[in-house]
């Protein structure tokens, strides 16, 4: 079974900086497409950014030009930089991978990691 483990969600004040991390195991992570999701109360889970087993990234306009996505293949990990953030962003932040072609849909990730709660003060 592929696992996903997440971490480096907390309190950032806005305009501030958070990293979050997804380090999977299970198999080489060259393996997945991987797509970063958020999920805010009362809302549905939401597409904000992934990156190919490629290297092909994309970012929903909301986060564009703030948010970066990353690997480290020695690492077996995939990185969500974000930056500039707004009190917008606090949401519960989900990694996700896909063995398949996967991109900004939530029902095409078949594995996900248990998600870090990131929340921006004004």
């Known amino acids: 079974q592929v696992q996903l483990v997440e971490s480096g969600g907390g309190l950032v004040q806005a305009g501030g900086s958070l990293r979050l991390s997804c380090e999977v195991s299970g198999r080489t992570f060259s393996f997945y497409d991987m797509g970063w999701f958020r999920q805010a109360p009362g809302k549905e889970r939401a597409f904000v950014g992934f990156i190919t087993r490629g290297g092909y990234s994309l970012y929903a306009d909301s986060v564009k030009g703030r948010f970066t996505t990353s690997k480290d293949s020695a690492k077996n990990t995939v990185y969500l930089q974000m930056n500039s953030l707004k009190p917008e962003d606090t949401a519960v932040y989900y990694c996700?991978?896909?063995?398949?072609?996967?991109?900004?849909?939530?029902?095409?990730?078949?594995?996900w990691g248990q998600g870090t709660q990131v929340t921006v003060s004004s």
């Open positions: 996700a991978a896909s063995s398949a072609y996967a991109r900004s849909r939530v029902e095409e990730y078949a594995y």
